[in-house]
């Protein structure tokens, strides 16, 4: 069964520094998420992504914040100059069309900023 | 205020047994999608069902069903006898379908399921 995978599991930063979180999404999808989840907290949408553009973003998707589809199959999230509260699960997800019945979510890269 | 409530932060079942988590949801749009995710240990989130709201029956997806009262804006999950594997944090969330195609999902806080042998 096709899945979404995220690399890394896990990744230890310093605060300033820039991390690049990457996900490969289900081949024939062509929406894009990412979502995080404060530890303990709800998971909270962070910016969607189609046609090599963002279609909507929240307010925690400032700046700091920008996504990427480097190539067909990557899709990545870099946080520039990261802050202890970037520390989260950040959850990629894919679905095939705009009004999905159901996201395929990845397993997750657990970011930890010290 | 909320548009996802789930007011039951922890649940525990016995195993084999059913077991039902709420959850209440607000919203003024007619057009709307409820979920249900499972979030086990390993942290990964695992969609389980999907209600739509102009479906007229409950959606069912094995020994997961969701009881949609529509009247009451609730779509509780019901999972049917409880497996030790069902344990786990489930979250509920709200697509709300507005003109123009704003389908950003609100997440409720969660409710853990702890199933007793």
């Known amino acids: 069964e096709p899945e979404v995978t995220q690399t890394p599991s896990h990744q230890v930063t310093q605060m300033g520094q820039e991390v690049i979180l990457r996900c490969v999404p289900i081949s024939n999808h062509l929406y894009f998420y990412w979502y995080r989840q404060i530890l303990g907290q709800k998971v909270e949408f962070l910016v969607s992504f189609y046609n090599n553009e963002i279609s909507e973003k929240s307010e925690i998707f400032d700046d700091q914040f920008s996504v990427e589809r480097p190539d067909g199959s990557n899709f990545t999230l870099k946080i520039r100059s990261t802050k202890l509260e970037d520390s989260a699960m950040y959850f990629c997800?894919?679905?095939?069309?705009?009004?999905?019945?159901?996201?395929?979510f990845g397993p997750g890269t657990r970011l930890t900023v010290t | 205020a909320q548009k996802i409530t789930q007011t039951q932060p922890g649940m525990f079942v016995q195993e084999k047994e059913a077991v039902t988590l709420d959850c209440t949801y607000d919203t003024s749009d007619q057009s709307y999608g409820l979920f249900w995710y499972k979030q086990p240990s390993s942290g990964e989130m695992i969609f389980l069902i999907y209600?739509?709201?102009?479906?007229?029956q409950n959606a069912t997806e094995g020994r997961y069903s969701l009881n949609f009262q529509k009247a009451r804006k609730s779509a509780n999950l019901v999972i049917s006898a409880s497996q030790l594997g069902d344990s786990a944090m489930y979250f509920c969330a709200m697509r709300e379908g507005q003109v123009g195609g704003s389908y950003i999902p609100t997440f409720g806080r969660g409710t853990s399921l702890i199933v007793h042998p």
């Open positions: 209600q739509g709201s102009y479906d007229e």
């Open positions: 997800a894919s679905s095939e069309n705009a009004r999905p019945l159901e996201q395929y």
